[in-house]
């Protein structure tokens, strides 16, 4: 897939002051929303690695709508369901520029596709809430789920109506390890 979006660091001149961007990979125009978006981690405190990643997962997102012909504002359950399996499905590019005919294709996992997937919801409600976002669309990012096992110390609510809540829609369901007993030997 061809990067149409990047994300930079950039430098103030003025202050010195460092932040990512999310901007055009030609003309280095800066995609506004986004950069909006990266603004408001910086103003909540996030780390500047948080940042960083996030500015390349909405980049990421940024490019495949672009190369979709998908509106990134008015993605479609189908568009963003189709987001979901390219991330685990679409080759990575590789690490060196050495290409080796012998290496096999890097592919991300389904925990890196929740991530994404996760930036790219945020970043999908933040714009609602600044009206560059339909809140049908917001609609679609998660489902109502009924909590039939809940977790120990988890208040259900005087008539369990806390058994009810909203999951993601768009989450690849994950297997955490099991925990390996030492042997004695």
């Known amino acids: 897939m061809e990067h149409v979006f990047v994300a930079e660091r950039s430098v103030s ?22 950069c909006a978006y990266l603004q408001s981690l ?8 948080t940042e960083r990643v996030y500015a390349g997962r909405l980049a990421l997102y940024l490019s495949y709508c672009h190369a979709r012909g998908i509106d990134w504002a008015a993605p479609s359950f189908t568009a963003l369901s189709a987001l979901q399996q390219h991330l685990i499905t679409e080759p990575l590019p590789p690490r060196s520029r050495r ?26 409600r933040f714009s609602a809430l600044h009206g560059l976002v339909a809140p049908a669309t917001v609609a679609l990012l998660s489902q109502p789920k009924f909590l039939r096992f809940v977790p120990a110390g988890y208040d ?27 042997t004695p030997a």
Do not use: C
């Open 13 to 34: 001149p003025s202050t010195g002051l460092k932040r990512w961007v999310v901007a055009d990979a030609v003309t280095y125009t800066l995609h506004a929303p986004a």
């Open 42 to 49: 910086r103003n909540k405190g996030r780390s500047p690695n």
């Open 99 to 124: 290409t080796r005919a012998w290496a096999p294709p890097r592919y991300r996992s389904r925990s890196t596709a929740n991530a994404v997937m996760i930036v790219v919801a945020e970043f999908l």
């Open 156 to 182: 259900t609510g005087e008539n369990n109506q806390w058994r009810h809540i909203q999951a993601a829609a768009f989450r690849f369901q994950i297997t955490e390890p099991g925990y390996e007993d030492l």
